[in-house]
């Protein structure tokens, strides 16, 4: 085959313990001159990986190598953006640059393809699920890499998209200082992914029908198909923390062995099934430390106002209600909605009374706690679209207070964001 580039090639790997690597000598390139194809064949060695491609062009002013950007390399097909199973064989990355760099021509050896492999227990910061085909998960190096870009309908409606929080080893403070929600430190030990998104009802909807859930129904919330043209990208609300886990006797965070133990038969449990992901809940520690996306200020953009970032109708001389998913300002990591629109359901049993002693992955109380609904409320984080007054808002950063509500209560204020390890399996 002949090409209108001439590549050259380089790999890496990241990992914590470098296991899995594609060397460079294994790299080989081509190019269909007539079909604009190229085609990248490589050896995984080590261990299974998650292999990303990186396109680079020659800087020759700098003396370096720069990507071309994500967004140029985003069709893509075969053993790429996914898990790859450790081989002698060779795997094949096909790359259309006709689709998505056509002005991007180079002289001869100015550009270069960078094979990269992710350890299964340190895998990229982005990662996207398929909600109507099983066991069909992506992973991007960049933002810019995904597809259409993710605010597009088909991100919040067919599929996922999981932001890794980086929390391993930091240190943080948690709270408002006030004597509801003191400060405390609060160390996370692990990173994580968190849904970009608030569960919409089209992906409540995709993931209902296509792991055959048969409890509740496909379309549970208020604002639903009947009353709003725009009801595919609200939130999903009237479900509660049964419907999503299960029975708390059988499934009790936190102490159920292993400790992420889920009803098989409810929409977790379902949704593990159908996809081979380990969803669930975030604690309140790490729904709080995804909110404040490295802010210390009331709201997560930085600043004391909430109407960037937040959605509170009744404050904005608005319809009291739902509205659809990422339209305000997100913070910096990426998370929408993490103010106002809906609650969203915790992990956590609610407490009157909040630890304010430092904590390593906190998981909160053992049990419900007295003047708390009869021992039976767990935590919602975010507050509402039902809020009227400043006074009222519970959804800033810094608030590390619980908002309690009934887990056997099915109301249009409660909806979720998907939790889940950051790990490739």
Known sequence: MKGIFTFSVAAMAVSAFATPHVDSDT??????????????????????????????????????????GGEHI???AGDVNRLV????????IWWRPDKDWPEGLVSAGGVRAVVQA????????????????TNSVRWYATEESIPLGTSNFLYKSEKLVMRKVPAAGVIWKMGRGTTAAPY??????????????????????????????????DSPSYYGRSSRDDWKTRPVERVNYLHLRGDRESYDWPNTTPLHDVDPNRFLGKLRTFTGIDFDLPTDAQWEYACRAGTSSEFNDGSGSWREVAWFPAMMGLDVETYCVGLKKRNNWGFYDMHGNVDEWCLDWYTDKPDDSDATNPKGPESGSEGN???????LRGADWTVASEGGILARGANGGRYRASQGETRQEHGFRLWCPAVAK
Request: aromatic share 10%; charged share 20%; with cysteine.
């Open 184 to 217: 405390h430190r609060v160390t996370l030990t692990e990173d994580y992914y968190l849904a970009i998104y608030e569960t919409t009802q089209e992906q409540w909807r995709n993931a209902y029908n296509a792991a055959a859930m048969s409890f509740l129904n």
């Open 118 to 133: 992710w350890a299964t227990n340190a895998p990229p910061d982005w990662m996207v699920v398929d909600l109507l085909r």
């Open 27 to 68: 790299v080989d390139v081509s190019q269909d001159q007539e079909r604009h194809l190229v085609e990248i064949t490589y050896v995984l060695s080590g261990e299974p990986a998650v292999v990303t491609l990186d396109i680079q062009t020659n800087n020759a002013a700098l003396g370096s190598w720069e990507s071309i």
């Open 85 to 92: 199973s450790e081989s002698a064989e060779r795997k094949t």
């Open 74 to 76: 985003t069709h893509l």
């Open 373 to 379: 609904a009869a021992k039976t409320a767990r935590c």
